[in-house]
């Protein structure tokens, strides 16, 4: 892996985030759902309204991983209201990790979590959790050798398709 920066987002970062944003959830699950499902999604989640949103909730956190002016990946975190399930009391949720897919099987998403966990300890959270599609056994075997074991599910919708996350705890 080599060297990089995090640098925590703005509203000034959000049209930079909404195309990396589009760019990797297309590229991990464009193939495993249908083109109107993934559109309704990416519409309704990654619009500039939503994205605005999100960066100006205080409960909320992104952090682009960056080499120089190359955004490898990205973070999400929440805290409190901004979490989208109440799993576990003084929890941080990483509701989404994306990594670039010429970055992916570098040690990145290893580095997300470690950022994840090092903002959870700031915060004196004594958790962190995340949800992963049922059907993505790369992700989630990658989740369990980071110490995370599944808790439970729920839904997640890719627009109207009804689609069902693992929700994994780690206590830190």
């Not at 995340?130 to 056994?137: C, Q």
């Amino acid at each position: 892996m080599e060297k990089f920066e995090w640098k925590q987002c703005t509203i000034a970062d959000l049209s930079v985030l909404r195309s990396i944003s589009i760019e990797t959830f297309t590229d991990t699950f464009a193939e495993q759902n249908t083109k109107e499902a993934l559109e309704d999604y990416l519409t309704q989640s990654y619009n500039e309204e939503q994205l605005a949103k999100e960066l100006k909730n205080p409960e909320s956190f992104f952090y682009f991983m960056q080499q120089g002016e190359e955004i490898l990946g990205y973070l999400k975190l929440n805290v409190g209201k901004a979490q989208s399930e109440d799993i576990q009391k003084n929890s941080l949720e990483v509701e989404r990790i994306y990594i670039r897919s010429k970055h992916k099987r570098k040690g990145y998403g290893t580095a997300g979590l470690k950022k994840a966990e090092t903002v959870a300890k700031e915060m004196h959270k004594s958790s962190l959790w995340l949800g992963v599609w049922e059907f993505n056994a790369k992700a989630r075997a990658f989740y369990e050798t980071q110490g995370f074991k599944e808790v439970g599910a729920h839904s997640f919708f890719m627009g109207e398709e009804e689609q069902t996350d693992l929700i994994l705890l780690k206590m830190l």
